[in-house]
């Protein structure tokens, strides 16, 4: 009769250990941490731009990367890897959330979604417009976009510092808000930021839609199973002239939001499978491989793939991708003439006062349009103090806005500008979210005195 072997106790390195990692999975989850470790990425591209060693950042980022399968080769600098294959990746996080969202989140009925929907408007509808009073000539005019993002990272990062003492419906608010202007950037990339059509590469990516929907009508579960067809996806976006990130929105909008079908509810089949191999310590390996691997499939299917994926992501798009883009994109030569210079000027100043000023007074004004008719009322606990830090905190434009500018600007100069505009704004935006935050903060903490 075979005996089972006795299980070693935990050594206290082991222990140690899993503490360390449990701490660190914390660690690489909360929400201000990713935004401070955006920051600092953008801090060093901008002292690396400015420094002796300029020349070194320009030249890194333009490094030939290839890519070789057997004859065929696809060869393009590093900054195309970055910005146009793993913000894939970003953009495939950026539509889950939008699917779970509109699922069952804050977008999953109509009196739910008013409120940010209108106020997401809003902001993007004042800064466009105060950036096209600013910018009068037709060459500047087309970064009229740049201006009307959200960057969710940041901004809800900033609020995470301010603790507690903020209502969640601040930040169901907010985080609301950030997702439609993602949504209505999208939309605007898709319409006015995309190349002229190539219509095969469209057949390509529908290939891989169809792909993509085969494989979940089969049950298949494993994230690793949609790569080759999301690749597809993205390939046909590309030869088409569509931006080849929009492959990672479809993708997420197609994500599940319910978990696979099985033979019953995955944590009754945990507990029977641990039952199993619990009383039947002696089974073979065979039938322990199976019984594991069964576990394995329902361990999965506990959480709905869209939260699974959306998580599993989540620390590789906060602390490399998002970063990766920063310190790739956010290298801009801080020139005083910029101020000065009358073609260059105008974009500057236009893109910092429209995510200044035009995002709170257009989430403000939109906010007050809809209360006031009766479309819909403020989140409970929260006033209109709360929706001001909403819309200070969405001026953070950052890493979409910079995205619109590489795509609105082929000129360095006017780039530049606006780079340099969407940093200041941002930064003071943020800064005076903060600011205003503290002193909501204290109120709200007053009045629960």
Sequence with gaps: MKKT???????????????????????LHVEAVSGIVLLVAAAIAVAWANSPYAHGYEALWHLPVKLSIGDHAFEQSLHFWINDVLMTVFFLVVGMEIRYEIAEGALSSWRQSVLPVVAATGGVVAPALIYFALNPDPGAR??????????????????????????????????????????????????????????????????????VIALQRAAI?????????????????????VHPTLAGVVLGLMTPVLPLPMRGPPLNILTQRAEEISSEPASSAKQLSGALRELRAAQRELLPPVARVQTALHPWVAFIVMPLFALANAGVPVRLDAFTDPADRPILVGV??????????????????????????????????????????????????????????????????????????????????????????????????
């Design 352 to 449: 910092a006062v429209a995510l200044l000023l035009g995002k709170p007074l257009g989430v403000l004004a939109a906010s007050a349009f809809a209360v006031r008719v009766g479309l819909c009322r403020l989140p409970d606990g929260t006033g209109w103090g709360g929706v001001l830090v909403v819309g200070l905190l969405a001026g953070i434009g950052f890493t979409m806005s910079i995205f619109i500018a590489m795509l609105a600007f082929s000129d360095r100069g006017m780039l530049d500008a606006a780079k340099l505009g969407i940093l200041l704004g941002s930064c003071v935006a943020a800064l005076a979210g903060l600011a205003w935050g503290l002193v909501y903060a204290r109120s709200q903490r007053r009045a629960a005195a």
């Design 142 to 211: 087309q970064g009229w976009a740049v201006p009307t993002a959200t960057d969710i990272a940041f901004a809800v990062g900033v609020l995470a510092l301010l603790g507690r003492s903020i209502p969640s419906g601040v930040r169901i608010l907010l985080l609301a808000l950030a997702i439609i202007d993602d949504i209505i950037a999208v939309l605007l990339i898709a319409a006015f930021y995309s190349a002229s059509l190539a219509y095969s590469g469209f057949a390509i990516a529908l290939l891989g839609v169809v792909v």
């Design 5 to 27: 072997p006795a299980r070693r106790s935990r050594s206290r390195a082991q222990a140690l250990a899993e503490r360390a990692f449990a701490a660190l999975d914390h660690f």
């Design 221 to 241: 579960g494993s994230a690793w199973a949609y790569v080759p067809p999301g690749a597809l996806v993205w390939v046909g976006l590309y030869v088409a002239g």
